[in-house]
Structures are given as structure tokens and as C-alpha cells.
């Protein structure tokens, strides 16, 4: 079974993914979007659609691509009856094969799904989908999260199989800071800003990076500065959010600039 059939199959078979819950990070590129009036975005791999409206409500068009027609038939339920829908269009369709071109793209926790040659060509397929003065939010694990084997990590990246959880079954790809930002200079994106997440109650720990197609100082440092001002907000809140009450799953933990 390849990756595209295992993910049908996880999204018909089990409860993944139900959780509507949207990702601090993911709030704050929208608001960056609105902030500089970007008017279009492309949700890569959206799954259910829990931040479709984020950018929708922002008066921002969106198009979620999914190839499974189970999650993309979920995400029409959710937006039944939302006036921010007309904003929102779905294509059951894999995303590498979108037309046109965006100023902003969410790749969250997809583009690390397959074999290494799969993800490294996922990224020169991001910037393709990029206008001239776009920007991407992206995440993938780190080479220390703990469902990584130590004995399968490389010095800059590891080929992994979760063995458990709604990912079980499916490739993935973990990175160090340095090569990942490497790899995206050869898919000629220029990262802004990044940093590292987690680890989770789970052991898990990412990679986010937010970057784009040009490289201009003074744009790149005003970006830079409200993004991680707002992460370092959102970070500090969720904190205090996962001492008081416990129960909630907390998306934001530890936040901390990559090593050098």
C-alpha cells in the first residue's frame, strides 16, 4: 500500500484526525496574511479542514486539497452554515498536482509523509506553488523526536514508521534544523523564521519554519519579528493554559530557537 492509499484508508478506517482544534502557529500566519493583505492560500493535505476557516474568516480564499474524499467530504460538513464558506473552496486531489500559484501555502505536518527523495522534491514542489512575493508556514519532525529510532538517524535526518497511533504504517522523514533550512535554500525558499516545538506529552517534537520565495533583508526581518514575538506569546499562554487545566491538549510547548 503506498502513502496516498494509506492515508485513504486511515481517514475511512480510523477516528484520525477528529480533533477540530486549530494550531496556535497556524492563527498567527493567518493573522501575518491579513496583516499584509495577502487574499489567497493554499492548504496542503488539509484533512478535515480544522484551519480552513482561519484564513476564510480573514476574508482570505482558501483552497484545501486533500486526496481523500472521506476527510474533504468531512470538511464541506464543518462548513455548513458558516458564512466565511464562501471563501473556501476543496479538491479531492493531491496537492503536487494544484494549479496556479498562491501568496501564502500551510503545509502542516504533511510534507515529512513519505520516503526522503519523496519529501525533498515535496519542497521544490512548494515553491513552485508560490507567487514571486509568497510566503509558507511548514512542519515537520524533528530528528529528536522519540518516535524516531536511534538507530536510524543519520547525522541530519532519519526515515521513520510510526508503529503506533493514527500515523502507524505511514513513512515519514525527520530533520535537524540545519538541513532542513538547507534543503529549502536548494528548493530556492529562504526561511524567515524557525523554531523548534515540543517535545509533546508524547515525545514528539517539530520543526516550523516559516519562509519565502524572495530574500529581502528588511521584509524578512519585519516578518521574523512579529511571528516570533507572536509564538513566543502563544507559547507563554499555552504554558500557563497546561497548568491550570490540565485536560486540554496543549499545541504549543517549550518553545525555543533552533542551535546555531
Known sequence: MDTR????FI??????FCDQRVDPEVTIFADLLRKMSYSSVLDVGCGYGRHL????ERGINV????????????????LIGNPASCKVMLRVLDWRNVDGKFEGVLAWHVLSHGTFPEVCSAFERLAQLLLSHGICLLNVPAITDSRVEKSRRRKDWAEFIPQSGTESGIPHVAFSTNFLTNQLKRASLNVIESHIVGPTSEGCSHISVLCSTQNHPPRKTLLSRFFKSR????????QTNKIRNASPEVYVLNW?????
Open 63 to 78: 483552497l484545501g486539497a486533500d486526496w481523500s474524499e472521506t476527510a474533504i467530504l468531512q470538511a464541506q460538513k464543518a
Open 11 to 16: 481517514y475511512a478506517h480510523r477516528k484520525a
Open 5 to 8: 492509499e494509506c492515508w485513504r
Open 231 to 238: 509564538c513566543r506569546h502563544s507559547a507563554a499562554s499555552f
Open 53 to 56: 476557516l482561519l484564513f476564510a
Open 256 to 260: 525555543r530557537e533552533p542551535n546555531p
